[in-house]
């Protein structure tokens, strides 16, 4: 921790309004407008979108000045100007921080343009992904590109100034989740023995219908790429967490191979026929979809850690868009995201370093952990411990009426201001852009083992290369 006089002002301009910046940026930063004045200064969103961002931005940040750009997916475009009208506003509000919140594709061209301009900047997940990056190998190559690409912009700021980059990666925030990276290492220093297993499972808990995979523009499938760049990434991002927590530098892992499977949309729907839905819901109009070149509504991947060439870690990874839900009717909600019935479930189990009201199995709140320890050997009290995040909430100043899960967001935001501070140094910060390389070139790699998967030529198993 570094204090710097005077501390200097957060001036906040947020790229991209959709449901993420309206249920978590925007809000939590109002919170902290109370300790800190105004932070939130300008709003960015595309042409299309003008007429709906201002009638939310009236009612919700009123005062916050709008700028509107033209959509584009990768090179921001010099039409209307469009990169010198941004430069001016940053100007004029003395922008210090960016928060990037837009559809993946455009990711990097914002991040090397506040790069370029020396700004603190927190970006969703994931860091970026490729229209086409499950049937064309040099887009799937191309994630692992654009990290790269981002990281030298990085490192060549730090050279004559000192900012952070968050990645928004939650789940590195929540208690539960921090305290068994702390178990972990516990373990690793009083046996010497690292992680040797890894099973990390994820469900949106949905049921898609036909019309929803053709019509939803947040997380969407229609590019070419699903689940995996969606929520898809904080799961990996969590299960190469837990493996590095566990590292010991001389049994170091020299490689991961990783093979992974998909089901796309036209293999559901041979699962789930028209006759399937008109039985469920009684509907004669669910016609037959076409879903050619459509991304990924579940996937799995076996990740084979290796040391010399032995196996050292074994992992899998299992992501679902479809699972338990309450799905129940064919009346698409307005959001068709988090408002079709969604029950999200998620998972970990960690082995041989780890081997968890509203709080009840089931229940949104839910989050345990169960630890089993050779206590005899270690010298803990006893086998099994059962956490709740209940039990650390506390500690936290977490509000037991409100979801654990976002108030872990508002920790990760506080960061991201106090980086802006100076108060946290990147170094300090819990997801900074420069430990995301292994779970990108993963994901990069999932893609591309499916499409060599696909191939009857290509071999599905990707290296990446060094851990």
Known sequence: MISVTPETKPNILIIGTGPHAQKTYVPHLQLLEARHGPMIRVLVDIEEKRDAVTEW?????????????????????????????????????????????????????????????????????????????????????????????????????????TTGFVVSSHRRFNPLTQRAHHYIREIVERTGCPVTSVSASYCDGTFRLPIEMIQQDYHTYKQGYGKVSHSGYNIIDMLCDFAKAGLVQSKRPDEVAVISSFILPRGFFKMMTQTDYQKIFGAASIQKPRFGG??????????????ERDPVILAQISMSSNGYGLQSSLILSKDQYKGSGRVKHESY??????SARRLQ??????????????????????????????????????????LYTEQAKEKMIIEFVQSIQSKLLPAELTSNIDDHRLPVQIMSAMYLSHINHQNSNGRPVVKVRGV
């Open 57 to 161: 931005a009236a009612k919700v940040c009123p005062g916050v000045h709008l700028h509107f750009v033209p959509m584009f997916t990768d090179l921001m475009p010099s039409r209307a100007r469009a990169r010198a009208e941004l430069d001016k506003i940053e100007a004029r509000f003395n922008i210090n921080g960016i928060i990037i919140a837009t559809e993946p594709l455009s990711h990097k061209s914002y991040a090397l343009w506040g790069l370029d301009h020396g700004y603190h900047i927190m970006m969703d997940k994931p860091i970026t992904t490729r229209v086409d990056a499950g049937t064309n190998a040099s887009e799937a190559k191309g994630i692992a590109d654009d990290y790269h690409e981002i990281l030298a912009a990085y490192k060549k700021l730090q050279i004559r100034q």
């Open 294 to 307: 459509y991304g990924e509504l579940d996937a799995t991947a076996q990740l084979t850690f290796l040391k």
């Open 349 to 354: 189990e960690i082995k041989r370093a780890l």
């Open 361 to 402: 199995i089931g229940a949104n709140n839910h989050f345990e952990m169960k630890v089993f320890r050779n206590f005899e050997l270690t010298g803990h009290s006893r086998a099994l411990e059962v956490l709740h995040l209940a039990d650390l909430a506390d500690a936290q100043g977490y509000d037991h009426t409100k």
